[in-house]
């Protein structure tokens, strides 16, 4: 079993930047690749990151690259997601979640999900 856990969200401006962070636990998460998602109003979740834990390897949704940042700190158990030049879009409930697979954008391919973490940028 692996538990995540997300924080990090907020209210922020447009233009203005966030970190969120997941703290993974659990016998086996180390042999999990971990990633982001979000589900913004009426939408669909929908990949944002993925990050191995020995960070050699990531990969960004195109609306993202560029501006956010996928991190991860075996030391601490942790993954982070960097967030700047934040726009109204972004709006969403962002997820970390991990998955057994060696790589994967689709969402029913990850195991384990956190319970998200609200972010709200205003325009």
């Known amino acids: 079993q692996v538990q995540l856990v997300e924080s990090g969200g907020g209210l922020v401006q447009a233009g203005g930047s966030l970190r969120l962070s997941c703290a993974a636990s659990?016998?086996?998460?180390?042999?999990?690749?971990m990633g982001w998602f979000r589900q913004g109003p009426g939408k669909e979740r929908e990949f944002v990151a993925a990050?191995?834990?020995?960070?050699?390897?990531?990969y960004y949704a195109d609306s993202v690259k560029g501006r956010f940042t996928i991190s991860a700190d075996g030391a601490k158990n942790t993954v982070y997601l960097r967030m700047n030049s934040l726009k109204p879009e972004d709006t969403a409930v962002y997820y970390c979640a991990a998955t057994s697979a060696s790589y994967s954008r689709h969402r029913n391919d990850y195991e384990y999900w956190g319970q998200g973490t609200q972010v709200t940028v205003s325009s």
């Open positions: 659990g016998r086996t998460f180390r042999r999990y690749m």
């Open positions: 990050i191995s834990w020995s960070g050699s390897y990531t």
